[in-house]
């Protein structure tokens, strides 16, 4: 939040707690994988997405901005290597939301989003709303998602830690299947996305790698 130019909130949270409802004890338990959140809010005190142009307005306008964020898709995509040259940057296709489940996720956070943003401007009536759909049906959703969802930081997971038939790209102690004397210790490994923020998990990583190598694992 300091380092940034404008004020930046998040909230995690999980696309079936929507609507809204009183938990149960075990809903409330984190320690629960279950209970792991799959959604993001991303709140910017200003104009939050640089691939659609800022709308032009008076200097006392100003922007806030509510990103919905899908933190574990299940979409997945491929990474193609063009020739032998390491040099040649691999063809990587992405293949977002071609899992139903994202989609799913992306129309209860858009929903819960804009539920949000009315109960703001109810209370502040200066508000006005900018980059919306039009409605909430299934079909105006699923337009808007595909019109403006892009990928976002924290790229994680391609060099997963599996078993080799798994098609995992480290084992166990990051050292790269087939490669000896290489071993990979960033976000690259994590088996699947995690659940929050990523740079507490880089950092255990991190140094998990250095105590291996000291120990000689």
């Not at 707690?17 to 200003?46: C, I, K, M, Q």
């Not at 574990?72 to 995509?77: C, M, W």
């Not at 049906?137 to 699923?142: P, Q």
């Not at 490669?179 to 950092?203: C, M, N, W, Y």
Request: proline fraction near 6%; charge should be negative.
């Amino acid at each position: 939040m300091f380092l940034s130019p404008v004020a930046e909130y998040t909230y995690f949270l999980r696309g079936d707690r929507y609507p809204p409802h009183a938990l149960t004890d075990s809903e409330n338990n984190s320690s629960l994988t279950g209970n792991l959140p799959d959604l993001e809010f991303g709140w910017v005190g200003a104009w939050g997405t640089a691939e659609q142009q800022q709308p032009k307005v008076p200097k006392s306008v100003g922007f806030n901005t509510l990103l919905v964020q899908v933190i574990q898709p299940k979409s997945e995509g491929t990474i193609t290597l063009i020739d032998r040259d390491a040099r040649t940057p691999p063809m990587v296709d992405p293949n977002y939301l071609s899992a139903e489940s994202d989609l799913e996720l992306f129309r209860k956070g858009i929903q819960y989003g804009l539920d949000i943003g009315q109960r703001m401007m109810e209370k502040y009536n200066k508000m006005s709303v900018s980059l919306v759909p039009e409605n909430t049906s299934t079909e105006c959703l699923d337009d808007f998602i595909r019109r403006y969802a892009t990928g976002a930081y924290h790229l994680s997971s391609t060099c997963r830690m599996a078993a080799k038939e798994d098609d995992g790209v480290v084992d166990q102690n990051l050292r790269v299947y087939g490669v000896q004397g290489l071993r990979v210790a960033d976000a690259s490994i994590f088996p699947r996305l995690v659940g929050v923020k990523p740079q507490a998990t880089i950092v255990l990583v991190a140094e998990k790698c250095a105590e291996m190598i000291l120990k000689g694992e």
